[in-house]
């Protein structure tokens, strides 16, 4: 055999000398509520200043796009607790 074949096959031997049939991780438990909200993406309006005073408008529409995101993630924690106080 020529040495690249060899060096081939020590290569293979070696990568599945790092294989192993390790334990599990338990599988992840996902919890479906009915009764929450579904969360929507967030998203910001896109930027486009051509003036100084436009950034004071763009900064507006970003704060107020951060504000609604916010708020939707506040009533999905809510909906969660109270679904987690009900079932204690």
Known sequence: MNNIAVGLIILCLIS?????SG???????????GSC????????RAAKPAQNNDLEADLERAIEDWAL????????????????????
Do not use: F, H, Y
Request: charged share 25%; hydrophobic share 35%.
């Open 37 to 44: 909200p579904e969360v929507k993406v967030c998203t910001l």
């Open 69 to 88: 995101c916010a708020a939707q993630i506040d009533e999905l924690l809510i909906c969660q607790e109270n679904d987690r106080a009900k079932t204690r």
């Open 23 to 33: 334990q599990r991780l338990p599988e992840p438990v996902i919890i479906t509520s």
């Open 16 to 20: 599945l000398a790092g294989c192993s």
